[in-house]
């Protein structure tokens, strides 16, 4: 059974860091491509982050481009989104996902929640 | 970035067929392949439709999906509507390495 858990979130201060965490199992970890996806209080999904599966191509959307930086273990089966200078529409529920070559993201983690605030 | 955009909200009775429609603001819809997704209330989004028109695992017929060249839009169609059908839905395409999504459409089964 394909499994993503993210770790991580919590409550951290405009300005601040924190490092998000997914652990994954179920599926040769290696040849899968991999995607951040948040979805903010009420509101829609958002897709923040690519990277390919050695690593050695990442993406990124507009608005967390130079703040996040996404990286992966392929000897541990994790993937990692570290972000700084985070501010408060940075508030959201974090997903780690399963991307396919096709853009499909096939599986979902339940999620890590962030709250930026003073 | 192209957008896509769907209708903030759709309704219907059991039983029946609702679309849902998903616009590309730019470049020709049929260049990348579309995706849907299914979100219930407290829930991660789960993939219903990927690639166009397939059905992902577990999701039954009722649910397919189009590509209509004419107005550069994808359409999520649901027959026989069904009160857990009752979520919300988003499409999503991609460019180059990056996603994007709709903003997502509230089906409401009355």
């Known amino acids: 059974e394909v499994q993503l858990v993210e770790s991580g979130g919590g409550l951290v201060q405009p300005g601040g860091s924190l490092r998000l965490s997914c652990a994954a199992s179920?599926?040769?970890?290696?040849?899968?491509?991999l995607s951040w996806v948040r979805q903010a209080p009420g509101k829609g999904l958002e897709w923040i982050s690519y990277?390919?599966?050695?690593?050695?191509?990442?993406s990124y959307a507009d608005s967390v481009q130079g703040r996040f930086t996404i990286s992966r273990d392929n000897a541990k089966n994790s993937m990692h989104l570290q972000m700084n200078s985070l501010r408060a529409d940075d508030t959201a529920v974090y997903y780690c996902?399963?991307?396919?070559?096709?853009?499909?993201?096939?599986?979902w983690g339940q999620g890590t929640l962030v709250t930026v605030s003073s | 970035n192209f957008m896509l955009t769907q209708p903030r909200s759709v309704s219907a009775s059991p039983g029946k067929t609702v679309t849902i429609s998903c616009t590309r603001s730019?470049?020709?819809?049929?260049?990348?392949?579309v995706h849907w997704y299914q979100q219930r209330p407290g829930s991660a989004p789960t993939a219903v439709i990927y690639?166009?028109?397939?059905?992902a695992s577990g999701v039954p017929a009722r649910f397919s999906g189009s590509i209509d060249s004419s107005s550069n839009s994808a359409s999520l169609i649901i027959s026989g509507l069904k009160t857990e059908d009752e979520a919300d839905y988003y499409c999503q395409s991609f460019e180059n390495r990056n996603r994007v999504f709709g903003g997502g459409t509230k089906l409401t089964v009355l």
């Open positions: 730019s470049g020709s819809i049929a260049n990348n392949y």
């Open positions: 690639e166009g028109n397939q059905r």
């Open positions: 990277i390919s599966r050695g690593g050695s191509i990442e």
């Open positions: 179920g599926f040769s970890f290696s040849s899968y491509e």
């Open positions: 996902v399963r991307d396919r070559g096709t853009g499909w993201l096939d599986y």
